[in-house]
């Protein structure tokens, strides 16, 4: 019992990380296009690494406007001995987060070459506290004082108080907790760029087989429709214009307006309506159709045709010879709730070719809805006995 309790909580952390990532990288999106909209202000490419640049001209300058102070200079007596002290260190974890994150993490750790990694940064830390040894006593050295003296009683002993065993302990503290950071700031944004080209990939796919789904039912919807118009046309010509008419602009919208990553809901409400008209032609005058639309605020933008796969399916496999034939379609939205649910009679077709759409359908529109709406949105389909149906809950909003 509890390593499914574990299981069903990694499982929802995991859900809560995924929906505010899918958050972040729409955010971001929404950043970059409107940068993008903008007008150009500077006309030359930028190096990824200038912003770096930047940061680590902050953190060596900032110190330098409290060290200007002349009540810090009253009361501290800085000179370049001690501003070595303050800045070699900085200088030097610049220098080894900067190996780290750019050439030993990606090549030692992501690489499982962990050994390779200790040793390369010990070397890193010997040569930074030789490297130390040497700026001191450039700055302390005497006359007369050589490179043999350098070598025989200066480097890494306490003359003129310059080096401690303390400074060493400290400097490897600071160097590990470097590495520390570098470790997890690579891991972490490789995860991020990962979890990024899944999400395009998984909107490419997903862009693929909306087109091959498009593909296939909108030649055999407009046949079946065109149809139906022609045999109107002997019986009722008045019901044949208007359908035609119905026609023509449902493939107008559908041409231009669906093209668009967001249309105004009763735009999209409109299409569904349309389209369930048409379809009815193919039913008898017995068959219960009712298509209820309440929303509040119409001019809400959604990603288009959302909800057709729920519509298409209601309809499709709603006539039933054997009973009463029905379909009742009820859109609701009201604040950043938008609830659709189809109620229809169930008799589903039994041909394989049909079965395999209808997946399709319904295995897209529910992929669909996990890019579009991660986190945010509640889908739940069931039959009872002759009756079929399916309720879908969207949170408009990022709350």
Known sequence: MEPEMTNN??????????????????????????????????SFPIPAYVPQILVFLFILIFPMLYIGDSVTRSVISLDWRELMNFYFPVLMCIGVFGLNLHFLVPNCILKKHYVVYFVCNSILVLATCFLREVVFFLIDRAPGQGVRFFLESYMFSSVKGHFS??????????????????VFYRLISTQILR??????????????????????????????????????????????????????KLLRV??????????????????????????????????????????????VMIPPLVAMPLVENA??????????SFAHITIRQQGDELVMQTENSNFPKVSKSSQKASGLGLSTFQKRLEILYAGRYEYTASADGDVYRSRLKIQLADN
Not at 11 to 31: M, P, S, T
Not at 217 to 225: E, G, I
Not at 315 to 324: C, D, E, V
């Open 9 to 42: 909580s990694i499982f929802r952390l995991r859900q809560r990380l995924q929906g505010a990532q899918e958050r972040d990288f729409d955010r971001y999106e929404k950043i970059i296009r409107e940068v993008l909209e903008q007008e150009d202000k500077i």
């Open 315 to 324: 309809l499709k496999h709603s006539k039933n010879p054997k009973g009463k």
């Open 254 to 299: 559908t041409l231009y307006q669906t093209a668009d990553d967001m249309i105004p809901l009763e735009e999209d409400v409109e299409i569904l309506r349309m389209y369930g008209n048409l379809e009815k032609l193919r039913l008898d005058d017995s068959f219960d159709y009712r298509f209820d639309v309440e929303l509040e605020n119409p001019k």
């Open 165 to 182: 065993y303390w400074t060493v302990f400290s400097f490897v503290v600071l160097v590990c907790l470097v590495c520390v950071i570098c």
């Open 195 to 248: 979890g990024f080209v899944v999400r395009e990939q998984k909107r490419s796919r997903l862009q693929y087989e909306l087109e091959f789904l498009k593909n296939q039912l909108s030649p055999h919807f407009l046949f079946n429709t065109l149809n139906n118009i022609t045999a109107l046309i002997a019986i009722d010509s008045r019901r044949a214009e208007k359908s035609m008419m119905e026609l023509s």
